[in-house]
């Protein structure tokens, strides 16, 4: 049998786009960079197997004021202090608090004397970068930006960028989707393969919010649509009943767990 036709082709395509990788190697890279980032939330973490994973999109949905960007806050927080790596954290809708992030950083740190810990708090926040993106398209630049830095730098593990929040993806996607011609739905599905990639290619842990819209007889169901759903490799849904710190979180997709479990913890303050 004549192999020069496949050989061929395999190298065109490996030729075009990131080298392929056979199971071995996927494996080793499995074991050695896609590790689990905690996120501080015991609930959460035990329902994902030790935390976000790097590699993997996974997108938190929920309802107004669930305790969504409170999360998001937590988790940068719990992952510098920690010293598992550096933050980016994409603004979309002003929600990113300074302050908030200096108090859960106070509050994750052992007490120390107060000075010191001021210097402590003010060195963990140089390693959350936040910056505002208020539209599809800057989202977009932004991300091809961030490729850009990755590729440039050679920095120590304990500066490396380890994780991107995006908070919310919905609120740019959301406003360009229903319109009859399809650049909405594309640039959509352009942006979930575009954070797929970068999380693979430099083993990131991302996190993006959507937010809930009406379903039909009353129900409510994740923006964005059905399309999206497949592309995140994991969901997860977030409830809350008024005034309670109690979260319930459901786990809606994942591409190694079965879906259906659900877990509890008190939200941060």
């Given at each position: 049998m004549n192999s020069s036709g496949p050989t061929r082709a395999l190298s065109t395509f490996q030729s075009q786009?990131?080298?392929?990788?056979?199971?071995?190697?996927?494996l080793d890279d499995a074991l050695r960079n896609k590790r689990f980032l905690p996120t501080g939330c015991e609930g959460l973490d035990t329902l994902l197997g030790g935390g976000l994973r790097q590699g993997h999109l996974t997108e938190l949905v929920g309802p107004s004021a669930s305790g969504k960007t409170q999360i998001c806050l937590y988790?940068?927080?719990?992952?510098a202090v920690k010293h598992f790596g550096s933050i980016v954290?994409?603004?979309?809708?002003?929600?990113?608090?300074?302050?908030?992030?200096a108090s859960m950083i106070n509050q994750i740190c052992e007490p120390v004397h107060k000075e010191r810990q001021e210097r402590w708090i003010m060195k963990i926040m140089n390693s959350i970068h936040c910056q505002?993106?208020?539209d599809i398209f800057s989202l977009h630049d932004a991300l091809h930006e961030?490729?850009?830095?990755?590729?440039k730098k050679t920095i120590s593990e304990d500066t490396k960028i380890c994780m991107l929040i995006v908070d919310s993806v919905s609120s740019l996607i959301t406003p360009i989707l229903g319109?009859?011609?399809?650049?909405?739905?594309?640039?959509?599905?352009?942006t979930g393969y575009l954070l797929k990639k970068l999380a693979h290619e430099w083993n990131l842990a991302i996190l993006v919010i959507n937010h809930?819209?009406?379903?039909?007889?009353?129900?409510?169901k994740p923006a964005m649509g059905e399309s999206w759903k497949c592309i995140p490799h994991v969901?997860?849904?977030l409830s809350r009943s008024p005034g309670s710190r109690i979260c319930c979180i459901s786990l809606l997709r994942h591409t190694s767990m079965a879906s259906g479990r659900s877990a509890e913890f008190l939200i941060p303050n």
């Open positions: 786009g990131p080298p392929w990788m056979n199971g071995v190697e996927l988790v940068a927080s719990y992952v954290f994409f603004d979309t809708s002003n929600s990113f608090s300074p302050n908030r992030v505002s993106v208020f961030l490729e850009s830095t990755l590729m319109s009859k011609d399809s650049q909405g739905h594309s640039l959509m599905v352009s809930m819209v009406s379903g039909e007889r009353g129900t409510t969901r997860l849904q």
